[in-house]
């Protein structure tokens, strides 16, 4: 839990227009100290022009950012940018001079953010260890792939050392293993008491790392708090039930009918995720079944008992999925303006 007056970013009725469009509106959003915060939503919802906004590269056309300066105090970088906390950005996808090497660029970012010449050599060689391109100190950026070129970005970001992190998109571009070492990076510095905003389209990433989600669409927070307490509000979850052997194609619906009849004291406020009106799904590919519940962890236990002990089904997995949730709970959100989205989209 942050502590009591940890607020260390406030978005103030923040409302940022291009000519007629607005690409953020009225955003209210506060980050405490050492919390991860992910910001999600779909193309277009105005993520990275909040992040610029923060960066101080685009000015609000309402509203103000307060961010915390070195005596404590909140003050608005629009009209008092000097003497706030280290910040540290990765904003789009990075770019850099591509005839100088990774120690160059990290000694020119560095000493822009006046970090201590003392301890710069030892601190480069630190944070290419930690993005895993210490090898590749003295190698020119050019023949770097887009992988490594992100991993840079990130090392950028964070060669001064600074309280705040601000990353946009930072999985871009990763392969599955340099994703899994980011979702480590991150950690580590959320146990360093760094405090960590994020946007990503990565719902899987997200989960893992995130304390808090922003869900944003068209310019306006939709939603903000925990995945528990996101999972709350909707009132339902998910579970997931693989099969050790398929369920007969021909005598599905009867038996899909029949297992929500059993596990119907369980499913009653499952219905705002239920596709055709059925609180139970087969994916005869995946041979699992995706059973949409209350939510309440008691459910959970009986609705294993009742399938062990009332039904012939083989069991394999009996799990909740995280990315799953999180997509359910994003769909939800933005289908109260009436529109769901494609969720492959953002």
């Not at 280290?86 to 090497?101: A, C, H, Q, V």
């Not at 995280?322 to 989209?345: F, G, N, R, V």
Request: aromatic share 6%; proline share 5%; glycine share 6%.
């Amino acid at each position: 839990m942050p502590k009591p007056n940890s607020t260390i970013i406030r978005f103030e009725n923040i409302t940022k227009e291009f000519g007629p469009i607005k690409a953020v509106e009225n955003l209210n959003l506060e980050i405490h100290e050492g919390e991860i915060i992910g910001l999600v939503g779909p193309n277009g919802a105005g993520k990275t022009t909040s992040i610029k906004m923060l960066a101080n590269i685009l000015r609000p056309t309402r509203g103000k950012i307060l961010v915390k300066d070195d005596r404590g105090q909140l003050q608005d970088i629009a009209t008092e940018p000097k003497n706030l906390l280290k910040s540290g950005f990765l904003i789009d996808i990075p770019s850099f001079y591509e005839g100088l090497t990774a120690y160059e660029l990290l000694k020119y970012f560095a000493k822009l953010q006046k970090y201590p010449d003392g301890n710069l050599e030892e601190r480069i060689d630190e944070i290419l260890k930690m993005v895993e391109l210490v090898e590749w100190k003295h190698q020119k950026v050019k023949i770097y792939s887009k992988g490594m070129k992100q991993k840079l970005g990130l090392a950028q970001a964070i060669i001064h050392d600074p309280d705040i992190i601000v990353l946009d998109e930072p999985q871009t571009g990763l392969d599955p293993k340099a994703r899994i070492l980011v979702r480590e990076i991150l950690k580590d510095l959320q146990s360093e008491a760094k405090t960590i905003f994020l946007s990503s389209h990565m719902l899987y990433e997200i989960s893992e790392v995130c304390d808090k989600i922003a869900i944003i669409d068209e310019g306006k927070l939709m939603e903000f708090g925990s995945i528990p307490e996101l999972e709350k509000k909707l009132r339902s979850q998910e579970i997931r039930c693989e099969l050790l052997a398929p369920l007969e194609l021909e005598h599905l619906s009867t038996s899909l009918k029949e297992l929500e009849e059993k596990l119907s004291p369980y499913l009653e406020n499952a219905e705002a995720y239920t596709d055709l009106g059925h609180h139970i799904l087969y994916d005869p590919f995946e041979r699992n079944l995706k059973i949409q519940y209350d939510g309440k962890p008691e459910s959970q236990n009986l609705i294993l008992e009742t399938l062990i002990k009332e039904t012939d089904l083989k069991i394999k997995a009996f799990f909740t999925p995280k990315t799953t949730l999180l997509e359910k709970i994003y769909t939800s959100m933005i289908s109260k303006k009436d529109s769901i989205k494609d969720i492959d989209k953002y």
